[in-house]
């Protein structure tokens, strides 16, 4: 069984996460977030490309940039002046699933229903000056001696039913090999978005999951000085992206049984009590080891009495009074 734990910024979702990788019957394959999913150019948008609105070139380039980004979650950090100035950022999977960059492969490989050379316009407009030049020149001499170019690739994929075959294929060859051979169970960290906790899971097959929120107060207080992805420094734009982000909530999902939502709050001042809740939606035995100390984050609720300003505090529970927790 897969357990995919997912929160949005600074949600405490970590909590949770670590709790469970504790387990002695839990394995954490990959120690570090899955980003092959939900991120601009993961698993969703491919589907997406095969599934709405389909147009050849858009799902050609859709692969393409999941092999980009599969390419770039793989590789470790380079960097220079011993690795203290880093030029190239990566995730480093490579390191802790074994052929990882041949699994990425051999999947596009299984989702490729036909591949061809070819270079669309919408790729043509993203070449650089050296590029541009390379390919004009190509064109000019096939075109003097009356062939056709040789230049660019496509891919047209496979039809949805195959694609989602394979898929759940691919993340079962990443993750499951070293669970079955000790009778675990899986735990994945931010495998789907919490939006969406269902549809962007199915790839997984057979799974269970756990949203976590959080105070937005505490969230504020975080992105003061953490999540470069997310609003820190004016209280008004945060608001607005807290309030728009999670209008944005698919309800029939969040309402699925499959799904268990949490507040790290609770979690954490309540444990005795949560984590049986924990263990009940995952079908987990209670009488496991685990090395899992609640009382090391509790210093993390109500953290944004020690640092917000009152105004900006009051103006939180103005704008988000119904997301409070506490």
Same mark, same amino acid.
């Given at each position: 069984?897969?357990?995919?734990?997912?929160?949005?910024?600074?949600?405490?979702?970590?909590?949770?996460?670590?709790?469970?990788?504790?387990?002695?019957?839990?394995?954490?394959?990959?120690?570090?977030?899955?980003?092959?999913?939900?991120?601009?150019?993961?698993?969703?948008?491919?589907?997406?490309?095969?599934?709405?609105?389909?147009?050849?070139?858009?799902?050609?380039?859709?692969?393409?940039?999941?092999?980009?980004?599969?390419? #770039?979650?793989?590789?470790?950090?380079?960097?220079?002046?011993?690795?203290?100035?880093?030029?190239?950022?990566?995730?480093?999977?490579?390191?802790?699933?074994?052929?990882?960059?041949?699994?990425?492969?051999?999947?596009?490989?299984?989702?490729?229903?036909?591949?061809?050379?070819?270079?669309?316009?919408?790729?043509?407009?993203?070449?650089?000056?050296?590029?541009?030049?390379?390919?004009?020149?190509?064109?000019?001499?096939?075109?003097?001696?009356?062939?056709?170019?040789?230049?660019?690739?496509?891919?047209?994929?496979?039809?949805?039913?195959?694609?989602?075959?394979?898929?759940?294929?691919?993340?079962?060859?990443?993750?499951?090999? /070293?669970?079955?051979? #000790? /009778?675990?169970?899986?735990?994945?960290? #931010?495998?789907?978005?919490?939006?969406?906790?269902?549809?962007?899971?199915?790839?997984?097959?057979?799974?269970?999951?756990?949203?976590?929120?959080?105070?937005?107060?505490?969230?504020?207080?975080?992105?003061?000085?953490?999540?470069?992805?997310?609003?820190?420094?004016?209280?008004?734009?945060?608001?607005?992206?807290?309030?728009?982000?999670?209008?944005?909530?698919?309800?029939?999902?969040?309402? /699925?049984?499959?799904?268990?939502?949490?507040?790290?709050?609770?979690?954490?001042?309540?444990?005795?009590?949560?984590?049986?809740?924990?263990?009940?939606?995952?079908?987990?035995?209670?009488?496991?080891?685990?090395?899992?100390?609640?009382?090391?984050?509790?210093?993390?609720?109500?953290?944004?009495?020690?640092?917000?300003?009152?105004?900006?505090?009051?103006?939180?529970?103005?704008?988000? #009074?119904?997301?409070?927790?506490?």
């Amino acid at each position: 069984m897969k357990f995919i734990i997912m929160g949005s910024g600074e949600s405490g979702s970590g909590a949770i996460f670590d709790y469970l990788k504790s387990r002695s019957d839990i394995i954490d394959p990959l120690n570090k977030e899955f980003r092959l999913v939900q991120d601009p150019g993961g698993l969703v948008d491919l589907h997406s490309s095969i599934v709405f609105g389909f147009h050849v070139n858009r799902a050609s380039n859709a692969i393409k940039r999941f092999r980009k980004l599969s390419e #770039q979650c793989g590789r470790s950090n380079k960097g220079i002046i011993r690795r203290r100035v880093t030029y190239e950022y990566g995730l480093n999977y490579a390191r802790s699933i074994e052929n990882y960059f041949n699994k990425v492969d051999t999947f596009i490989e299984r989702i490729t229903h036909v591949s061809y050379n070819g270079m669309p316009s919408c790729e043509r407009l993203d070449l650089n000056k050296l590029e541009t030049i390379k390919y004009d020149y190509k064109l000019r001499k096939a075109n003097k001696n009356n062939v056709k170019p040789e230049v660019g690739s496509m891919v047209l994929p496979v039809q949805e039913e195959k694609f989602l075959k394979e898929t759940e294929i691919f993340l079962n060859e990443l993750f499951s090999v /070293n669970a079955k051979s #000790q /009778n675990k169970h899986v735990i994945i960290d #931010q495998g789907g978005s919490l939006w969406a906790p269902v549809s962007t899971t199915k790839y997984y097959g057979e799974r269970k999951v756990v949203v976590v929120t959080r105070d937005p107060r505490d969230i504020f207080s975080e992105f003061q000085y953490y999540g470069q992805a997310y609003p820190g420094s004016d209280v008004e734009i945060f608001c607005n992206w807290y309030a728009g982000a999670f209008s944005n909530i698919n309800k029939t999902e969040w309402d /699925n049984d499959i799904v268990m939502h949490i507040r790290f709050e609770d979690f954490i001042r309540n444990f005795d009590v949560e984590v049986k809740k924990v263990n009940s939606h995952l079908d987990l035995p209670e009488n496991v080891s685990y090395n899992f100390n609640p009382d090391k984050s509790k210093k993390n609720i109500g953290k944004f009495k020690k640092v917000l300003r009152t105004e900006d505090v009051n103006y939180i529970e103005r704008k988000l #009074q119904k997301y409070l927790h506490f």
